[in-house]
């Protein structure tokens, strides 16, 4: 197999999709637009977000949705701290950041942005922000303003139209693109080519929820939570709570989201079978994910608490012993000192299986078995671990404190982990064995 650096890549699919439209760009303007994509999609802190996805999703498609792939994730403010270092040109002249979020410019009502803005549903003096659709946004005006003279309108509003589908978990949201793209002139069999091509990146963009492995769909969710919890960029320093916390924000979005707002549809594109195919392996994947999400956080629960009350917070890795390496093969870790107890009856298989076997590849920030969950799901079954996840939800918001919450839980398995600790936490083994003594009378 032929395979490149992902530079290669994204300069390579630009220029053949390019070409293939019978463009007229130069060679030199082909790499300097590639160039500052994969730039774009190597900030440090990427872990989804990157060029390897975006080189995933131009596998497939017309050459409008080959370009429009390579664009939309080009800019990610959150995680990057700004806009790309290398789309700066560009943005200034049309975004602003204000106190409340990035104010949109008169400059951007000039024709090939002010496409941009109709796309979507935009005008000047609006303030738009990530959770507002910022990023997709100001990536099609990158990649509009980039292409304004290699591209006709209708192509660049075509790849704006692709981008603004990238815009996640909406109630459908095709049928007002649908009307704006009219209102700029698209009609008949071009308009219908635009809103398919959309839809179909839209979707191909959220594909990994309808994957048939829930081990691979977790491995995605698990690359979201450090762009979204810039703690776990430091894997050997975050701490208990900063890992719970990551956890939380991660069960609270997927218990909400409807599988409904993941994959969208227009006539019949896909064919309705396979919509409804995808949106209902998305509801089983969701569902397992946040089960999964409950059981982590279960058992970082229990860790957070037993830290809590012999001495405060630490990072995970004080607690848990660490991650084996090359250099550390024989790393002492928690699990070893973990005994045998005897299996629940209510055990859930597939979610068990992902806690012992772990999801399909480890992450930049944690391992991927879950030893500590696996151990606790066995001890108490199913059940117990949801009620006690609620139990630790009260707790966080409030309710009683770390000694309370410990003591309502299931003591054999909390005094088990408490000894298991004093194993690796020198500084706190009195504490951790006196805990443990306490939980077995």
Known sequence: MDQRSPVH????ALWRALHDLE????????EHWGFSIHAALSAAGREFHNHDHVIDLVADGDPLEVIAALYHDAVYIQVDLGPPHSMRGELSAVLAQGADGWRVLPA???PVSGDVLHVFGRSVGDVVTPMTGLNEFASALVASIQLAEALSREQRIAIAACIEQTIPFRVDPVPELHQRLAELGLADAALDAAIRSAVRVGNRDVENFADNDAARFLDNTWK????SNPALHSPMVYTVRDYRVALLKMEGFLAWLPAERVFHSWNDEPRPEVHARRVARAAGNIELAVRYLRAKLYSISLVEAIAEVTGGDVPVDYFMGGVKSVRRPAMKTIEQFLPCLPDARDLDPPLHRLLAEGRASESSFDTGPSPLGAFLHAAVGDREVMRGVTAAKKWWAGAGDAAAFLASQ??????????AAANIVDTRRDRLFALAERLER
Not at 9 to 12: A, D, G, L, S
Not at 23 to 30: H, K, L, V
């Open 9 to 12: 890549e994204i300069v390579n």
């Open 23 to 30: 463009s007229a760009a130069t060679t030199g303007e082909i």
């Open 108 to 110: 951007a009502a000039e």
């Open 224 to 227: 979201l939570l450090p762009e």
């Open 410 to 419: 299931p003591r054999p398995p909390v005094a088990a982990i408490a000894r």
